[in-house]
């Protein structure tokens, strides 16, 4: 009788054991699970920001290149308001023909 009880609790032990284990690996793989899953976000997030950080790049160059055709433009146009000013003064200098 008491060896039987004993191999009773021998029995309950390694049950124990074996869904301690059972418990242990299935909390193993879960955590594995959200590690990969975490692992794909990252992976998305930082796809995701590259793709964002492309079309600011490319917006950055648009507007330069729109800065740099606003500034040339605006040189031109002082360059054409000096000319226009220094013959409108040139010909308030000559004299009236016939005078």
């Not at 390694?14 to 690996?25: A, G, L």
């Not at 590690?35 to 330069?64: G, S, Y």
Request: net charge negative; hydrophobic share 30%; aromatic share 2%.
């Amino acid at each position: 009788m008491a060896v039987e009880k004993e191999e009773e609790k021998e029995k309950e032990k390694e049950i124990k054991i074996e869904t301690e284990t059972k418990r242990e690996m299935e909390t193993e793989k879960e955590n594995e699970n959200e590690i990969q899953a975490l692992k794909e976000k990252v992976e998305q997030l930082e796809n995701q920001l590259k793709d964002k950080d492309d079309v600011i790049t490319k917006e950055v160059k648009k507007r330069r290149a729109r800065l740099r055709a606003y500034l040339d433009c605006l040189a031109e146009l002082t360059d054409c308001q000096a000319k226009a000013n220094i013959l409108e003064a040139s010909l308030h200098q000559e004299p009236a023909p016939g005078a």
